[in-house]
């Protein structure tokens, strides 16, 4: 059996006010942590710099920014060279329950070969167009699986077995990236376990920030949902769909 080696993948691009809290209790959790700096501005950019001079975290600094699929996939490409063979993705700006970071990471250890996929449980904080947006995500993904595979294939909170993230070649470089890996892993077979989490948006004056575009990422994930949706039925007619993964729901947020 290959040894379990976690690590923390975090994309930021400017939550200066946040990054350093989140990857300071994240460590209480997981010592190595890589966080991917996709051109943040300042103030950010020193406190994440900073991070690597603490030794507190390995940073990916990217020149330009790509988005937050580009800058997970700098940091899978990065947990790889480093030799770890999980990557618990997690979001910068603390809207995630991080004290569930060692329930997900239980989860991986015990079905290594999954994907464990984080299934949000949202508070009144949520605003209402993106929960309606959710639910056209959880829709198709339902198609593109032919089944309730992934459940809400949107929530940034997971944990990759890392060579299957990377064989997945997921394309989307911003926002599309999340449910489009989550579908692609399926499809190469790759179990899925899903657990509840609560997921909260933290009001500005906490420093919650949310660099969803309303418009444009709403437009990226339908264009993405499209091209699977055709890719699935493609699939399906020539035979390259796998039996589907075994879905493992593993309960109620605590
Ligand atoms: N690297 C990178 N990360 C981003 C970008 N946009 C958002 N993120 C990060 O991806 C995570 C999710 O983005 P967020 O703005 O919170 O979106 P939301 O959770 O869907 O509202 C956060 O950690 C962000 O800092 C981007 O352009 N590049
Ligand atoms: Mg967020």
């Known amino acids: 059996m290959s040894p379990f080696r976690p690590c923390v993948v975090i994309p930021t691009y400017d939550n200066p006010d946040t990054i350093a809290a989140v990857v300071s209790i994240v460590r209480t959790h997981l010592t190595d942590v890589i966080v991917v700096d996709d051109a943040s501005h300042e103030p950010a950019a020193s406190r994440i710099a900073a991070l690597q001079v603490d030794g507190l975290a390995q940073v990916v600094r990217r020149a330009h920014n790509g988005g937050k699929g580009a800058a997970v996939k700098s940091g899978l490409a990065k947990a790889h060279e480093l030799g770890f063979t999980h990557a618990l993705q997690i ?3 603390g809207q995630h329950e991080l004290a569930d970071i060692p329930r997900f990471v239980a989860a991986a250890q015990q079905t290594p070969a999954a994907l464990v996929l984080g299934q949000p449980v949202f508070d009144a904080s949520i605003p209402k167009a993106r929960l309606y947006g959710r639910r056209i995500s959880v829709f198709w993904a339902r198609v593109e699986t032919f089944g309730d595979v992934v459940g809400d294939p949107l929530c940034g909170f997971r944990v990759y077995p890392v060579a299957s993230a990377l064989a997945a070649r997921a394309r989307g470089d911003r926002m599309d990236f999340d449910p489009e890996i989550a579908v692609r892993l399926a499809w190469l077979g790759v179990p899925v376990v899903r657990l509840a989490t609560r997921v909260r948006y933290l ?5 919650g920030v949310s660099h969803f575009q309303g418009v444009r990422d709403n437009l990226r994930i339908s264009w993405i949902h499209t091209l699977l949706v055709i890719e699935a039925c493609a699939r399906k ?11 493992r729901d593993d309960g109620a947020a605590p």
């Open 203 to 207: 009001p500005a004056e906490q420093g």
């Open 91 to 93: 979001d910068a700006d």
């Open 237 to 247: 007619l020539f035979g390259r769909m796998p039996a589907l993964p075994k879905v």
